[in-house]
């Protein structure tokens, strides 16, 4: 089981809002989440992010993998 920490988008249109979750790589984007880990708010003058650092620690020492934009928001 291959695990990727990718953004789940759960906002409504014109108002971007993801989690954070664990998933099977090959699952659909809106597919089942082993783990949520958080939240992701883009607005145009600021960005909320909220992340369980413990959680993102056991999980990428479990093997999975950052996508790109995990690896850009935790920068």
């Given at each position: 089981?291959?695990?990727?920490?990718r953004l789940s988008r759960i906002g409504r249109k014109g108002e971007a809002r993801f989690?954070?979750?664990?998933k099977e790589k090959r699952s659909k984007l809106s597919g089942r989440a082993v783990d949520t880990l958080g939240t992701l708010v883009r607005r145009v003058e600021n960005v909320e992010?909220?992340?369980?650092?413990?959680?993102?620690?056991?999980?990428?020492?479990?093997?999975?993998?950052l996508s790109d934009s995990v690896k850009k928001m935790l920068e």
């Open positions: 089981m291959s695990l990727i920490i989690r954070v979750v664990v992010k909220t992340i369980d650092q413990e959680k993102l620690k056991y999980w990428i020492s479990k093997g999975a993998q």
